[in-house]
Nanobody, 116 residues
Framework: QVQLVESGGGLVQPGGSLRLSCAAS????????MGWYRQAPGKQRELVAA????????YYADSVKGRFTISRDGAKNTVYLQMNSLKPEDTAAYYC?????????WGQGTQVTVSS
């Protein structure tokens, strides 16, 4: 069973940057498109970025476009989310999963808190 482990979150001031990583226990990234999702308290989980299995195509939610960059390393079975110019409204737990439909059991996520 494939497992996903997210890391890289933390507390950062507005305008700061973080790089999230999502490591998979199996070689799924060469088959599936992957996405980064986030869930803020009291809100539904939403997709913020996605990348095709080949890495040639990406998608970004309007709220993060121009600030976040998704990438993948097939050799390391890892997907990354570079987050720049962070805003307080980016505060959430961040998760990775397949896209467009999450098909793997959710990992524990990594908490991102943007606050001064």
């Amino acid at each position: 069973q494939v497992q996903l482990v997210e890391s890289g979150g933390g507390l950062v001031q507005p305008g700061g940057s973080l790089r999230l990583s999502c490591a998979a226990s199996g070689s799924i990234f060469s088959i599936y498109a992957m996405g980064w999702y986030r869930q803020a308290p009291g809100k539904q989980r939403e997709l913020v970025a996605a990348i095709s299995w080949s890495g040639s195509s990406t998608y970004y939610a309007d709220s993060v476009k121009g600030r976040f960059t998704i990438s993948r390393d097939g050799a390391k079975n890892t997907v990354y989310l570079q987050m720049n110019s962070l805003k307080p409204e980016d505060t959430a737990a961040y998760y990775c999963n397949t896209e467009p439909i999450p098909t793997i059991s959710w990992g524990q996520g990594t908490q991102v808190t943007v606050s001064s």
